[in-house]
């Protein structure tokens, strides 16, 4: 069973645009969810992470949602730019040692 | 220390041969972490260490495959046998035991079995 589901698997924005991708969880013991951005060839690093005791944090050009009564949240890329052209997975986590992370996605940014 | 490091970066082995790699993590961070990426696919754990601890291990970590960390610091993945499903790349991580969620991974060792 899929702790965390991602959507959409793909999506294609113009420069300048905003990218938004949607994540939603199950189990509700979950208390961290970052989100990580990886390139090809390379291991994910880590963007950007909420604890569920706050609605929103920011930081720069990517702020995260969290919605904990629709258990969903959501990274939002403002003012996207070709070099975030990269796969980006929403990921869960109860304890730190394990993650849960969805399924991907491939974001390109056209210049 | 320049991160999380993993060799090989690739491995092609025949079916049925035995493979291990390596992962040596950050020198400070005392948990360290392996997780398989299949193609398409988010990471799904696989096993994790504290110091030389292995404190728990995944289902999909068949009886084929057995990591350690003798020493607490680097550690090996083997996997024996190897089928064709088992191509994937295969993720290192660490942390700090005091900041277990505050992983950092490596660059991955792909492994094709052909």
């Known amino acids: 069973q899929q702790q965390v589901k991602q959507s959409p698997q793909s999506l294609i924005v113009q420069k300048g645009g905003i990218s938004i991708i949607n994540c939603a969880y199950e189990n509700t013991a979950f208390d961290y969810f970052p989100w990580y951005q990886q390139f090809p060839g390379k291991g994910p690093a880590l963007l950007i992470a909420i604890r569920p005791d706050v609605s929103e944090k920011k930081e720069g050009r990517f702020t995260i949602s969290f919605n904990k009564s629709a258990k969903q949240f959501s990274l939002h890329i403002m003012d996207s730019q070709p070099g975030d052209s990269a796969t980006y997975f929403c990921?869960?986590?109860?304890?730190?040692?394990?993650?849960?992370f969805g399924t991907g996605t491939s974001l390109t940014v056209i210049p | 220390d320049t991160g999380v490091s993993q060799n090989p970066r690739h491995k092609i082995t025949k079916r049925g041969q035995n493979v291990t790699f390596r992962c040596d993590p950050i020198?400070?961070?005392?948990?360290l972490y392996w997780y398989r990426q299949t193609l398409g696919q988010g990471p799904e754990f696989l096993t994790y260490?504290?110091?030389?601890?292995?404190?728990?291990k995944s289902r999909l970590l068949s009886d084929r495959f057995s990591a350690e960390r003798p020493k607490g610091s680097f550690s090996t993945l083997e996997i024996q046998r190897t089928e064709q499903g088992d191509s994937a790349m295969y993720l290192c991580?660490?942390?700090?035991?005091?900041?277990?969620?505050?992983?950092?991974f490596g660059s991955g060792t792909r492994l094709t079995v052909v």
């Open positions: 990921a869960a986590s109860r304890t730190g040692n394990q993650f849960y």
């Open positions: 260490f504290q110091n030389e601890a292995q404190l728990e």
């Open positions: 991580a660490s942390s700090l035991y005091r900041d277990s969620y505050g992983y950092t």
């Open positions: 020198s400070e961070h005392n948990r």
